[in-house]
Structure formats: structure tokens, C-alpha cells
């Protein structure tokens, strides 16, 4: 009898789970398998569906593609500058929040505005800011010739500008949700700590890295994983601020170069694409099952 009921609530459970599983069947796993497929399939064509080789030729003409070495170098400087940046700056401005009492409410609403403001639109406002026109200088080139200093294209100059206007951008833009995430973290430390701590003479500095730091590492190590995912997938940030034409510009993503292979001006080759998209997955995981590991030993559960 008992054993007839555990199979029945079994079975009650694979049916809840029923249309999640056909969900990511299909839109998740069926493309993904897909795309593995076409990654090997040479000279593949969309339009017959025919192709005449397989093997490892995409891989290869993608990994020997200066246009996607060099998104690959954007992707990976916007990652390593972005992340921790955006991370600890929200870190900061959320313990200031944590700490304020009275109108906290009001200053997370504010610090959240630009999270849900179209993308796109905030790119044009970082361009108007940035972009030298024949009419003027930008905003923050008055800014920078009014202390005495030199003007700088941002958006048409040097390699440097143009990325430290994105990882400028990217930040700004992740930042809102990491100061939501990081305030209602702290807000779920249990104050009988702090006043242990208190009472043992404890320094502020002693109490938020033994206290506050580990508790809210979950969290922390949460918007780190998601931070490296959204960094790796970064496109519609760059077309916003330097147009759809990234490879003349030099600024490319990995993203934006399988979103050319497969629409854009050398558009039409959906293998090139797909084994592009499948190094960026194994990147990806590459770097996620590190983060695992690594927060093995610094993530207090």
C-alpha cells in the first residue's frame, strides 16, 4: 500500500514537472543539440538544407578569424574589468543604502531607475554625453578641456576610449539590479550578530569581514556567475553606443559575431555561426564550473 502511494505521488510529480520538461525540450535543449549539429556540417545552406562535408573546418576557420579574435579580446576585457567592478561598487553603495534609514526606500527606487530603462535609450544618452558631432564636443569632453585637459573621441577615437565608454556603460547598467540584490541580502543578516560582535569590541572592518561578508556570500557569489553569463552575451550595449557596424569599429562581441554570421553584411553561413555560438558555451561553462569550484571553499550556505 505504501509502496502503490509513493508511486502515485511519483507520478503526480512528474506531471507538475511535465510542461517544464517539454519547455526546455524544445526551446532549450532541441536548439542547442541543433546548433551542435550545424557546427560541424560544411558549407551548410539554409535555404536547401543541404551541405557537403562534415567535420572540424568551422572550428577551425572560426578560431583563425581575426574578426572573432578580436571579439573574443572585447568579450573578455568587458568580463574581467566589468564584473568585479560592477560587483563591488554596488557592494558599497548598497552597505551606504543598508546603513541610511531614513528615505532607503526612495534611494533603491532611484538606484534602480536605470535598470529598467530601455537599453537602447540609455546607450543614446551615453553617446550624446561621449561623441564628438561637427556642433560639439560632447558633455564630458567640456568637462575634461574646462580642467586643463585634452579632448578625446570616445565613440570614433582610440581602442581605449571606445572600452572605456562600454565597461563604463555596462556598468551603469547591471549595477541597479546588483544594489537591489546586495540591500535585501544585508537586510537578511540577523542583527543578533552584529550586537555580539558589539559587545566583544569588535572593529567595524573585523565585523563586515567576518560577519557581513560571509553571510551575504551567497548572494555575492550569485551576481558574480550571473555577471561573467550577461558579460559573455553582451550585444545590444555595443550597438547601442558604436552602431550595428562593430567589426569597422573594432568593437565586437562574440554575440555580435555570430549575430553577423548569421544576418549581417557577411551573413549566410549559419556553420561559421554555429561553431562560434558552441565555443561561447563551452567558455561559458568553462569559467562557471571554476566559479563552482572556487566558491566551494569562500560561499557560506
Not at 9 to 21: E, F, M, R
Not at 161 to 166: D, E, I, N, P, R
Not at 172 to 179: A, L, Q, S
Amino acid at each position: 500500500m505504501r509502496k502503490r502511494k509513493f508511486i502515485n505521488s511519483s507520478l503526480k510529480g512528474w506531471l507538475y514537472l511535465l510542461p517544464a520538461i517539454l519547455f526546455l525540450g524544445v526551446f532549450m535543449v532541441y536548439p542547442l543539440l541543433d546548433v551542435f549539429v550545424y557546427s560541424f556540417e560544411e558549407g551548410y545552406n539554409s535555404a536547401s538544407q543541404t551541405y557537403f562535408g562534415t567535420g572540424f573546418y568551422n572550428y577551425s576557420y572560426v578560431l583563425h578569424d581575426p574578426y572573432f579574435l578580436q571579439a573574443v579580446k572585447n568579450t573578455f576585457v568587458l568580463v574581467v574589468i566589468t564584473v568585479p567592478l560592477s560587483t563591488g561598487i554596488a557592494l558599497i553603495i548598497s552597505i551606504g543604502l543598508h546603513a541610511i534609514k531614513p528615505l532607503r526606500e526612495l534611494l533603491q527606487t532611484i538606484y534602480f531607475l536605470p535598470y529598467v530603462t530601455n537599453t537602447l535609450a540609455v546607450g543614446m544618452v551615453f553617446m550624446i554625453l561621449f561623441k564628438k558631432t561637427a556642433y560639439s564636443e560632447g558633455l564630458i569632453n567640456l568637462l575634461i578641456t574646462g580642467l586643463g585637459g585634452t579632448s578625446v573621441d570616445f565613440i570614433d577615437g582610440p581602442y581605449w576610449a571606445k572600452m572605456f565608454v562600454l565597461c563604463f556603460y555596462t556598468i551603469w547598467v547591471v549595477m541597479p539590479f546588483k544594489i537591489l540584490i546586495l540591500t535585501g541580502a544585508l537586510s537578511g543578516v540577523d542583527e543578533q550578530y552584529y550586537h555580539a560582535a558589539r559587545v566583544d569590541g569588535t572593529s567595524k572592518f573585523r565585523i563586515f569581514m567576518r560577519i557581513t561578508l560571509p553571510m551575504i556570500s551567497p548572494m555575492i557569489f550569485y551576481l558574480v556567475i550571473t555577471g561573467f553569463i550577461g558579460a559573455f552575451k553582451a550585444y545590444s550595449d555595443v550597438v547601442a553606443l558604436f552602431g550595428t557596424n562593430l567589426n569597422a569599429a573594432e568593437m565586437n562581441t562574440i554575440v555580435g559575431y555570430v549575430y553577423d554570421m548569421l544576418y549581417g553584411d557577411s551573413g549566410g553561413y549559419p556553420s561559421y555561426a554555429s561553431a562560434a555560438a558552441i565555443i561561447l558555451f563551452v567558455i561559458i561553462l568553462t569559467i562557471t564550473c571554476i566559479n563552482l569550484l572556487v566558491s566551494k571553499k569562500n560561499v557560506h550556505y
